[in-house]
Each structure stands twice: as C-alpha cells, then as structure tokens.
C-alpha cells in the first residue's frame, strides 16, 4: 500500500506506524465515571468496512503524524493531511 505524505510525497506502508482510529476523544480521567469511560475508549472500536479516518506516523520519514483517509475494503486512500494527534503523543 502506498500511503502520500503531505510533507514527503508518495512512500511505502513500511515507513509509516499505525497508531489506530483517528476520531476518538481521551476520556478526562477525573471524571467520575472516568474507568467506564477509559475502558470503553481502550476496548470498545468499531471496525468499519468502508471509508475510515486512521493516524499514522512516518517513523521511517520525516517523523509526523498522518490523518489518512483510507477505504478499508479496498485500502484506497481517500486523503492525507498532517494531524494534531502528534502535539497530544
């Protein structure tokens, strides 16, 4: 699968680290139900077949975080942009 860097250009799959589904919010921990919540965030994904929002890191590149849009069917991929989740990392 070849995966375009905003920064880098088009790379192989093999430069980058999936981190996993770009749309969930860390729970507050000092919330009062914060151990229902965190177990949900940690255990609780969809899998989803079709049109799916992933981070990425390009570990072997220019070392930023990726929000890819990917079809997870087909692994075409929609979009790429860099992605705030590296400043929360």
Not at 21 to 40: C, L
Not at 63 to 81: P, Q, S, Y
Request: glycine letters at 6%; hydrophobic letters at 35%.
């Amino acid at each position: 699968m070849l995966i375009p860097c905003p920064y880098c250009g088009v790379r192989d799959a093999q430069e980058f680290s999936y981190r996993g589904d770009a749309m969930p919010v860390r729970p507050d921990p000092a919330a009062p139900d914060a151990e229902e919540k965190f177990h949900d965030y940690v255990y609780l994904r969809d899998n989803p077949a079709g049109a799916f929002k992933e981070i990425w890191h390009h570990s072997a590149g220019c070392r930023r975080w990726v929000e890819v849009e990917r079809d997870t069917l087909t692994h075409e991929i929609k979009a790429t942009r860099f992605s705030a989740e590296g400043r929360r990392a």
